[in-house]
C-alpha cells in the first residue's frame, strides 16, 4: 500500500515562508517524479514544482527564485521550501508521486496524491 502524507502547511504573513514536506511510503513503489500542486477556490490545481529522479527540477514560473524543492532518498520525502510567500500563494498544496508499482502480476506506472496541506499568506 502506498500513502503519500503532506505536512507544514499554515498561516503566515506576506514574506514569510514555510517548509511543506511530503512522505511517500510504500516498498512496492519507485517514484520517477514527484511534484508540488496547488489549487485555490475556484481555480484549477497547478503544478508548483517537480523533481525526477535523477534530480532535476522545475518550477512554475510564478514560484521561481522564491520556491526550492529537494528531496532526502533515505526519508522517502521531499520538501518545497516557500520563500518571500505573497497572498496569491494562498491555496491548498498537494503532493504527487508517479512511478512503478510492484505486484505480484507485474510492474505498473500509477500516481498517488496526498490529501492536501492548506497555505494561507495575508498582506
Known amino acids: 500500500q502506498v500513502q503519500v502524507v503532506e505536512s507544514g502547511g499554515g498561516s503566515v504573513q506576506a514574506g514569510g515562508s514555510l517548509r511543506l514536506s511530503c512522505v511517500v511510503s510504500?516498498?512496492?513503489?519507485?517514484?520517477?517524479?514527484s511534484g508540488w500542486y496547488r489549487q485555490a477556490p475556484g481555480k484549477q490545481r497547478e503544478l508548483v514544482a517537480g523533481i525526477r529522479s535523477g534530480g532535476d527540477t522545475n518550477y512554475a514560473d510564478s514560484v521561481k527564485g522564491r520556491f526550492t524543492m529537494s528531496r532526502d532518498g533515505a526519508k522517502n520525502t521531499v520538501y518545497l521550501q516557500m520563500n518571500g510567500l505573497k497572498p496569491e500563494d494562498t491555496a491548498a498544496y498537494y503532493c504527487?508521486?508517479?512511478?512503478?508499482?510492484?505486484?505480484?502480476?507485474?510492474?505498473?506506472?500509477?500516481?498517488?496524491w496526498g490529501q492536501g496541506t492548506q497555505v494561507t499568506v495575508s498582506s
Open positions: 510504500g516498498s512496492a513503489f519507485s517514484p520517477a517524479f
Open positions: 504527487k508521486a508517479e512511478g512503478l508499482l510492484t505486484v505480484p502480476s507485474g510492474q505498473f506506472n500509477r500516481i498517488f
